[in-house]
């Protein structure tokens, strides 16, 4: 399977961006067999959690970004995680 080119990655990036989370997540998992879950909710930055998918066999690395909408006296399992962004980056072998 070939790696995707710059075109490919930005055409994937516009559809993941419109798609809901869950949705988004089923979308990577079927697009390769070989994908890769690299973290999943990790804390990156203040306010936002990454979770970062590798997608082996094309050469393309995705990270979808979320951010907690729930006031801080809420308990921790009604948190309320809104999908606002998505990072799509080549692998360090893909140098297309």
Not at 34 to 42: D, E, P, S
Request: glycine share 4%; no cysteine; aromatic share 8%.
């Amino acid at each position: 399977m070939a790696y995707l080119n710059e075109g490919e990655r930005r055409s994937l990036l516009d559809d993941l961006s419109g798609m809901r989370l869950w949705r988004a997540k089923f979308k990577l998992r079927l697009m390769d067999p070989k994908v890769r879950l690299l973290y999943l909710r990790n804390a990156q930055q203040s306010g936002e959690w990454h979770t970062k998918y590798v997608l082996e066999s094309l050469g393309t690395a995705v990270t979808l970004v979320e951010v907690n909408k729930a006031a801080n006296d809420q308990p921790r399992n009604k948190q309320n995680f809104e999908f606002v962004n998505v990072i799509v980056e080549p692998t360090a072998d893909n140098s297309t």
